[in-house]
């Protein structure tokens, strides 16, 4: 992850594992591609498709 940034403050983590709400809200998610592959971001415990995102870096 690039940086998060909560009510205009801004983080530069070295790694996120997971986003937590507490009430319903939104996220904007920007990183720089490192390893090329295929990966898949989901909403935990969930199975449906409009419930995840497929990324593929080349």
């Known amino acids: ?16 594992a997971s986003l937590e709400f507490d009430e319903a809200g939104e996220a904007e998610i920007s990183f720089v591609a490192v390893v090329p592959g295929s990966y ?3 909403v935990p415990g969930t199975s449906g498709d409009l419930q995840k995102v497929a990324v593929t870096i080349e």
């Open 1 to 16: 992850m690039n940086e998060i940034v909560i009510k205009g403050i801004e983080t530069r983590p070295l790694g996120v």
């Open 40 to 42: 898949e971001l989901k």
